[in-house]
């Protein structure tokens, strides 16, 4: 049993991985990215400025980087070339997407780029090595590092030395009309100054080839990051996602376990009742209600809720929303009442769903059972009714259901989109979505993986309650 | 083991399938969302927002119409005839009497990422919020928008050629507190009032400037790129320098806000910014879930996903002509469109905007809504505009008769009847129906499917293999009229529309598919000009400036505005002449031209101009609207009596 439970838990481990991998590359890969929502693309016009933020943005979480593998290393001085005429339409007329893409290629590029553009430099058309120096600057210039994480002081100087560094070269770009020969003799004599001192460090070895190869990627710094419990800033508002996460966490559960707590408090005995008179009229009204509870979507068990009992057609009896009301001075008491009395439409709706479920679960476990050998002894040696059912049958029967409690688990953090909208309550179910839409890949990758590692343990949870409550499964 | 890998890749499965059903549900957002995002990263709303009014307990025999002038400086500033600031005067229908103070209680669809007016991710919606605690160099009169009168700056001069623009500040305007402890030690330093300086103005367009600050920055930054650096005269006067004389400087000059140096150049304990990375910490700074200005209402609080709340601001200038009219003002944040009804009629709302599906299954032709006496209903012009855009690039679009044919087989007025819940006016430019640019003598084509055969027909478009498609011989080749319409994924509106309009072109023999693309999605294709057609809207602002929509070098450019790739020579020379005229009468006549152009190009199929209804509680003034966005401007409402 132990043995099973830790071969399990390490599995866990390249399964956990794996989903990651699944998740990331999905989000990333799906149109859009976090700078739309920054206000950064599509602004028109904004040539060098623009693309100057877009670039910082984009360093600032990985988005430069490929997704899971970099070959960027390999890039050839035809290729670098091919992507500037491309970016700039020189001497061909590539399609807008086109264009688009070299332009993005060019921005990601980053230090695999300065060798060749450098080498641009001497192109004999001169307006490819002027377009050259104008890309160096933003190719050649190193992206600040964080602040907020490790010594602050150490990152501080860091930072000091790489504006210096960056700000060292900003005045070669040659910018303006193209060809302007002086400038550009210029820009080559700084350039290759530049070039003789800094040269090592853009230039790489098989061994630093096949290193970059798999960690120079968006998922590779994601990992690495997640190794030390960094789940990143959102793009939306620069904060931690752990912190939000944490924050929306608190109504998520409290709604979620409150309705799983409702939802077996009234299954079973719903579940075993109809089990006892299974087939007689008062089952067949159970089984009705019970599949119409369970065919209607929450958003409409939700909404006539509200109308019914809080906009006072008939009654007015609950908030019409919300998690809380927030008074001046909440005490612990005050406060539980208050939310409690938000929670109980919310927390109706979310229940009726699963009641009908799990009362199904329950009624089929405990008929299951009372067909067995040994509550036909029980009863044969005299025992009441009520003693064998509640005993011997329920007991029994309620296996099934408990183990679905594993399963149920990641809800807790997933939380209900619908239920959170309908009630105004700012869970992770609305975070999740609205994160989606903006393409926050931080914040849905937290929320998704959070969401997978309790999925992860409420699959072993329900196996091993399983073989804990049921003799006969046997894990070894 | 063999169980165990199965139960992980079930799993990943299981993961991926949360994942699409979740972008699924993403789409759900309809198209208000759709049209926040084009106001937010699309069409700058030029010169929308002026600044706030408002403050103050005593009333002021404030009439419509009426003139009002905040101090004998403000009177000899606009005496000065070279002052391009005139005299403040009350809206035409201002209420007879506002019932000052109480809280107005509102709601809001999404929240804001953030309250920095420059450095958070700005939308459609905050630009809304931000009126109520920021001030401008003038006030813009939301329903005369030519007219600007002084706010924070007396006088504003133009130099004679053009280039330089000389900004007087108003003396004595104090920024607001800080929404923080100031008797916690850490904030002392901020314990001091802090007057609005010229340095403000020079540090909110260093911050523009600075590429490390994304958020608004980043949209403004296209507009300010320009722009020297301000020169500081004196505390209370600065000036503006530009490289061009363009008519778009002036409202560029008055949309730009100050921003408080002495306060976001540092952080929490006071301690300054290194100059190489004060940029980047605007994006992160500790005051950004706070806001500040020099508006008629001060920041107080913020509870995530539930509601901001901002209170009267006890040293607002501005107090004698505008003061605010209520003592607090709620902002719920509630994402459910059904909630904000459920809301108002329970009272925690005072009033509340309406989706064009709720209007027409709710409240259309069924006042008083749901028995409630006392609920009011006001419907509004809103300053945008719909339509199908064509992709010129496109051979089967490439000839104005097509795209004449197309326009006259979309049946709008109905459209907008049935499917959009008589909540708009078809329109034929684009312009703002209430613009002067707007020409009225240019009637919509109307609906007319004969009239559209007729001209394929003319253009060379035959049924000539008797499928019911037309086709033609396009380069050598046999090509059926097929395109796709890429249209707003999860609006329900615009799937009814899709399906409307394919009926009808498949009877005039085109074949249309409806493709509809969640937003992100839909702006990928545009960018990249890898489309046939769209349905797209935007927000022009009240100065027109035709360029970044229609110069043909825009349609040259990737991911520029020009999605349809505009081509006119004519046009070019309008666009270009508009930017350097300024006579009143011949840019509208410059307007006018264009209008004709584009009417008789239909590069676009203008669809309609949107109307926006809205529902209050009688205890409310019926509402001043805006003439531009945003329209429900919250210092135009009032009570008409104290709500309990």
């Known amino acids: ?476 | 083991m063999k169980r165990l890998l199965q139960s992980g890749f079930g799993v990943a499965l299981l993961a991926l399938l949360v994942v699409v059903g979740l972008i699924n549900t993403a789409q759900l957002h309809n198209l208000e969302s759709h049209v926040a995002a084009l106001e937010a990263g699309g069409l700058r709303v030029a010169g929308t927002p002026a600044a706030p009014p408002a403050a103050a307990t005593g009333s002021v025999g404030e009439k419509a119409g009426e003139i009002c002038t905040l101090s004998a400086a403000d009177e000899e500033a606009l005496n000065d005839p070279a002052n391009l600031l005139v005299p403040f005067r009350y809206p035409e229908n201002w209420p007879a009497s506002i019932a000052r103070g109480g809280t107005l209680k509102r709601q809001i669809a999404s929240e804001p990422p953030g309250l920095n007016l420059i450095a958070s991710n700005n939308s459609a919606d905050i630009s809304e919020l931000y009126k109520y605690i920021t001030s401008r160099i003038g006030y813009q009169d939301p329903t005369n928008p030519d007219a600007i009168s002084p706010d924070l700056a007396l006088k504003v001069t133009k130099s004679e050629d053009g280039l330089t623009y000389d900004v007087w500040l108003r003396k004595g305007v104090v920024w607001q507190t800080p929404a923080v402890d100031l008797n916690d030690p850490r904030h002392a330093w901020l314990q001091a009032p802090h007057p609005l300086v010229a340095s403000d103005f020079a540090f909110a367009l260093e911050l523009i400037q600075n590429p490390q600050v994304v958020g608004r920055a980043a949209s403004l930054r296209t507009y300010f790129e320009a722009w020297k650096p301000i020169e500081v005269v004196d505390d209370h006067h600065f000036r503006i320098r530009v490289a061009e004389d363009l008519y778009t400087n002036l409202p560029q000059v008055f949309d730009l806000e100050p921003m408080p140096r002495w306060l976001y150049r540092f952080d929490e304990d006071g301690h300054p910014f290194d100059d190489a990375t004060w940029g980047d910490k605007q994006n992160t700074h500790w005051y950004n879930q706070k806001g500040i200005g020099l508006g008629a209402y001060r920041f107080v609080e913020w509870q995530e996903g539930v509601r901001l709340t901002f209170e009267r601001n006890p040293t607002y200038h501005a107090t004698k002509c505008m003061p605010a009219n209520f003592d607090r003002v709620e902002i719920n944040v509630m994402k459910d469109q059904q909630a904000w009804l459920r809301n108002l009629k329970t009272h925690q709302l005072d009033y509340t905007q309406i989706m064009p599906q709720q209007f027409n299954a709710e409240i259309r032709g069924k006042l008083p809504y749901l028995g409630e006496e006392g609920l009011k209903l006001a419907i509004h012009d809103e300053a945008s505009y719909y339509y199908i855009g064509w992709n010129a690039t496109r051979p089967l679009f490439a000839d104005k008769r097509v795209r004449k044919a197309l326009t006259l087989a979309f049946d709008r007025a109905g459209l907008v009847e049935s499917v959009f819940a008589g909540l708009g006016e078809v329109t034929s430019g684009p312009f703002d129906q209430r613009n002067p640019c707007y020409d009225a003598s240019i009637a919509p084509l109307p609906y007319d499917l004969e009239a559209a055969k007729a001209l394929l027909l003319e253009a060379g478009w035959k049924d000539t293999d008797g499928d019911g498609v037309l086709d033609q011989v396009i380069n050598g080749k046999r090509t059926p009229f097929e395109f796709t319409l890429v249209i707003y994924g999860g609006s329900t509106e615009y799937e009814t529309l899709a399906r409307v309009y394919r009926e009808a072109l498949l009877e005039i023999g085109v074949k249309m598919t409806a493709q509809p693309l969640e937003w992100a999605a839909q702006l990928k294709k545009t960018a990249e000009r890898d489309f046939d057609a769209y349905t797209g809207a935007w927000v022009p602002g009240w100065e027109i400036d035709l360029h970044q929509l229609w110069h043909s070098s825009q349609a040259d450019k990737p991911e520029s505005s020009n999605y349809v790739s505009f081509r006119s020579p004519e046009g070019d020379r309008i666009a270009e002449a508009l930017r350097r005229e300024f006579d009143p009468e011949k840019r509208t006549a410059l307007c006018h031209a264009f209008h004709k152009l584009i009417a008789d190009e239909q590069p676009y199929t203008f669809f309609y101009q949107r109307k926006r209804p809205m529902l209050y509680w009688d205890h409310m003034n019926d509402p001043v609207f805006a003439k531009l966005n945003p329209h429900r401007d919250a210092r135009l409402l009032s009570f008409a009596t104290r709500p309990e």
């Open chain 1, 1 to 476: 049993m132990l043995q099973y439970a830790v071969k399990r838990t390490l599995w866990m481990v390249p399964t956990f991985f794996l989903i990651s991998l699944v998740v990331f590359a999905l989000i990333n890969l799906a149109p859009g990215n976090p700078g739309q929502a920054g206000g950064l693309e599509n602004v028109g016009s904004g040539a060098a400025v623009q693309s100057k933020s877009v670039i910082i943005f984009k360093r600032q979480f990985n988005l430069d980087k490929p997704v899971l593998v970099n070959t960027r290393f390999a890039m050839t001085r035809g290729d670098v070339r091919g992507l500037v005429a491309t970016a700039n339409a020189l001497g061909s007329t590539p399609t807008p997407a086109q264009r688009i893409a070299a332009k993005n290629d060019l921005e990601d590029g980053g230090q695999y780029l300065v060798r060749h553009l450098v080498a641009l430099l001497d192109d004999a058309d001169p307006a490819m090595a002027q377009l050259a120096a104008q890309y160096l600057t933003s190719a050649a210039s190193l992206a600040l590092v964080s602040e907020t994480a490790g010594d602050p002081d150490a990152a501080r100087l860091e930072n000091r030395r790489r504006e210096a560094f960056n700000q060292s070269f900003t005045g070669w770009a040659c910018p303006g009309e193209l060809a302007a020969t002086p400038c550009l003799t210029d820009a080559r004599r700084h350039w290759q100054g530049w070039w003789t001192e800094h040269h090592a460090a853009y230039e790489y070895t098989p061994a630093e080839s096949a290193w970059v190869f798999l960690t120079d990627t968006r998922f590779a710094k994601y990992w690495y990051n997640l190794v030390h419990l960094d789940f990143g800033i959102s793009a939306i508002d620069r904060e931690p996602v752990l912190a939000k996460v944490l924050r929306k966490l608190k109504y998520s559960i409290s709604l979620s376990l409150t309705a799983i707590l409702l939802a077996y408090l009234v299954a079973v005995p719903v579940g075993v009742y109809s089990a006892v008179k299974s087939g007689s009229r008062s089952d067949t009204v159970l089984t009705v209600v019970l599949f119409l509870l369970y065919s209607l979507p929450t958003f409409f068990t939700g909404t006539v809720l509200l109308r019914l009992f809080s906009q006072g057609t008939p009654f007015a009896w609950f908030p019409v929303g919300r998690f809380e009301t927030l008074p001046q001075d909440p005490t612990t008491l005050g406060w539980l009442v208050d939310v409690a009395w938000h929670l109980v439409l919310p927390v109706c709706t979310s229940a009726s769903v699963a009641l009908a479920a799990l009362s199904r679960y329950a009624r089929t476990g405990v008929i299951d059972v009372i067909r067995a050998d040994y509550i036909r002894t029980a009863r044969a040696k005299g025992l009441e009714e009520p003693v064998v059912i509640l005993k011997h049958a329920v007991r029994n029967g309620m296996i099934p259901i408990l183990t679905l409690l594993g399963g149920i688990l990641p809800v807790l953090v997933s939380g209900s989109v619908v239920i959170e909208v309908v009630f105004t309550i700012p869970g992770m179910g609305s975070f999740l979505v609205e994160s989606i839409t903006s393409r926050d890949y931080n914040s849905v990758m937290a929320v998704l993986l959070a969401s997978a590692v309790l999925t992860l343990v409420g699959i072993l949870i329900s196996d091993l309650s399983y073989a804990l409550v049921d003799p006969r499964i046997n894990l070894d």
